[in-house]
């Protein structure tokens, strides 16, 4: 099972395409780079602090429950691109290395510090307002006096290596890969699929709109994410610890 931000939109979270998809007049290629932080890094951490407070008020929707239940059923993780960390919310239950969802692009929780590289989740970072100055003596700082970034990858930064590695390995066992509220634009994550197709799985894509994806998928479910899942996967179709 690989979602993207498509799942997250019925709890309130903007996607980043398409209708509704945009902050401000930016594509996500314009904040959503290193490049964009060099150059920017009060601009971008705005976009994030903005992302940070709306996602910190949104609640899982009936997919993210039903993606819950049928991990903890067939022992599977969740393949994500979302950094939202609603299927760990709704899934209520960290720790288990079997079900927690793999967060392919990292967390908008986690703060990496670019200078020395340390990492945590900072849930109480001080925001960084709209009105706030341009100064990016404003931004938030590591104990070591180096700058903090969004721990999340950017275009052009390699993934995890072990997370994706794992990804592979569950994509290239599985029988059914359900690809869920994701364009199918971004790599390497829309590669998966393919990878489960090549090693003969049926692919299912539930999306509100064609994709690239969509030609080569054996089943098209056509509608919202919050309403499709839940009858796909209460009926038992990828509950035998086969799906992915
Ligand atoms: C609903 C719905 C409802 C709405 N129900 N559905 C191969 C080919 C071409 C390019 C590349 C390639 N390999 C790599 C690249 C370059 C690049 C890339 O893919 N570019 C393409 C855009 C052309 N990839 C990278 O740069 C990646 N890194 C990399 O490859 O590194 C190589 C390297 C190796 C070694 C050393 C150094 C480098 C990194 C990609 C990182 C992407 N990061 C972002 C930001 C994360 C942080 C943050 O959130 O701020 O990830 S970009 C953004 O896009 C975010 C998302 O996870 C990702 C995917 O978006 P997603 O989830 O698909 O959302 P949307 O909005 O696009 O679509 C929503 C969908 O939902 C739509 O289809 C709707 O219809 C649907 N929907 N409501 C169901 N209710
Ligand atoms: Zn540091």
Same mark, same amino acid.
């Given at each position: 099972m690989l979602t993207g931000a498509g799942v997250s939109a019925e709890s309130g979270v903007p996607t980043f =395409? /398409? !209708? /509704? /998809? %945009?902050? =401000? #007049?930016?594509?996500p290629e314009d904040l959503a780079s290193p490049e964009a932080f060099a150059s920017d890094p009060v601009l971008v951490w705005r976009w994030y602090s903005w992302r940070r407070d709306l996602v910190s008020r949104c609640v899982p929707n009936a997919a993210h429950e039903a993606i819950a239940a049928w991990s903890r059923r067939t022992s599977t993780p969740v393949i994500t691109q *979302?950094? &939202? +960390?609603l299927h760990s919310l709704a899934l +209520? =239950?960290? /720790? &288990?290395p079997d079900v927690d969802p793999i967060e392919l692009h990292g967390s908008l929780f986690g703060v990496r510090c670019t200078a020395c590289r340390d990492e945590k989740e900072d849930r109480t970072l001080e925001l960084v307002p &709209? +009105?706030? &100055?341009? *100064? !990016?003596?404003?931004l938030p700082r590591c104990e070591c006096g180096g700058l903090l970034r969004p721990a999340v990858v950017w275009f052009g930064e390699a993934l995890d290596e072990a997370k994706l590695a794992r990804c592979h390995e569950i994509v290239a066992g599985c029988s059914v890969c359900l690809v869920v509220g994701? #364009? #199918? %634009?971004?790599y390497p994550a829309a590669g998966l699929p393919k990878v489960a197709q090549a090693t003969g799985a049926t692919i299912i894509e539930v999306n509100v709109t064609e994709t690239p994806l969509t030609p080569i998928s054996d089943k098209s479910l056509r509608g919202p994410a919050s309403s499709v899942i839940p009858a796909l996967l209460d009926d038992g179709n990828t509950s035998k610890g086969q799906g992915s």
């Open positions: =395409r /398409g !209708p /509704g /998809g %945009l902050w =401000r #007049s930016y594509r *979302n950094v &939202d +960390g +209520g =239950r960290p /720790g &288990d &709209d +009105g706030a &100055d341009r *100064n !990016p003596e404003s994701t #364009s #199918s %634009l971004v």
